[in-house]
């Protein structure tokens, strides 16, 4: 029994960033991915959110199923910033890099930063854009046109096996 233990857990921790269905003792069937399990508590993503599952909640897990990435998940981390016309971008896509720097300019003397949500197809192309959104320092409407039309300007490296969309976020600080 010992050894059943130690491969299950040897097998955990080489595959912890694998698709998984973990069955609750209540019956219930949870698809995610596992992200970590520290101190008996799983740390899941699941229909996007990160969720947390006491082990002693736990049935049994299946490993290896097939949960697809839906392109929403943003994962905690740093941005990446450029520098463009004189103006801070800042970005974040999962797994993307981006490969045509977005066209900033301003005609007038505002400021602040506009966080604007993206969505782009796996050949890279931003399909829309949302200004606005949660770390914005402005609620200026023309700053968030110019941001949105920015941030359609970039194009971010394909991905033809990725999500059919994936969701991020570029930040032009004016």
């Given at each position: 029994?010992?050894?059943?233990?130690?491969?299950?857990?040897?097998?955990?921790?080489?595959?912890?960033?694998?698709?998984?269905?973990?069955?609750?003792?209540?019956?219930?069937?949870?698809?995610?991915?596992?992200?970590?399990?520290?101190?008996?508590?799983?740390?899941?993503?699941?229909?996007?959110?990160?969720?947390?599952?006491?082990?002693?909640?736990?049935?049994?897990?299946?490993?290896?199923?097939?949960?697809?990435?839906?392109?929403?998940?943003?994962?905690?981390?740093n941005e990446t910033i450029l520098k463009v016309s004189g103006f801070t971008v800042k970005y974040?896509?999962?797994?993307?890099?981006?490969?045509?720097?977005?066209?900033?300019?301003?005609?007038?003397?505002?400021?602040?930063?506009?966080?604007?949500?993206?969505?782009?197809?796996?050949?890279?192309?931003?399909?829309?854009?949302?200004?606005g959104q949660s770390g914005s320092t402005t609620s200026n409407k023309y700053l968030y046109i110019?941001?949105?039309?920015?941030?359609?300007?970039?194009?971010?490296?394909?991905?033809?096996?990725?999500?059919?969309?994936?969701?991020?976020t570029i930040t032009i600080v004016y």
């Amino acid at each position: 029994m010992k050894t059943l233990y130690t491969l299950f857990f040897l097998g955990l921790s080489l595959s912890t960033f694998a698709q998984h269905s973990i069955v609750l003792k209540s019956g219930d069937k949870v698809d995610c991915v596992v992200l970590s399990l520290n101190d008996d508590v799983w740390q899941v993503y699941e229909n996007g959110k990160e969720r947390t599952i006491a082990m002693k909640e736990v049935s049994s897990i299946f490993f290896n199923e097939y949960v697809p990435y839906d392109g929403i998940f943003i994962p905690s981390g740093n941005e990446t910033i450029l520098k463009v016309s004189g103006f801070t971008v800042k970005y974040l896509m999962k797994d993307r890099k981006m490969i045509r720097n977005p066209k900033v300019s301003i005609g007038s003397q505002d400021k602040g930063s506009v966080v604007v949500k993206v969505i782009v197809d796996r050949y890279g192309n931003v399909l829309s854009a949302e200004p606005g959104q949660s770390g914005s320092t402005t609620s200026n409407k023309y700053l968030y046109i110019k941001a949105k039309t920015a941030a359609k300007t970039a194009k971010f490296d394909e991905s033809l096996k990725g999500p059919l969309k994936t969701e991020g976020t570029i930040t032009i600080v004016y």
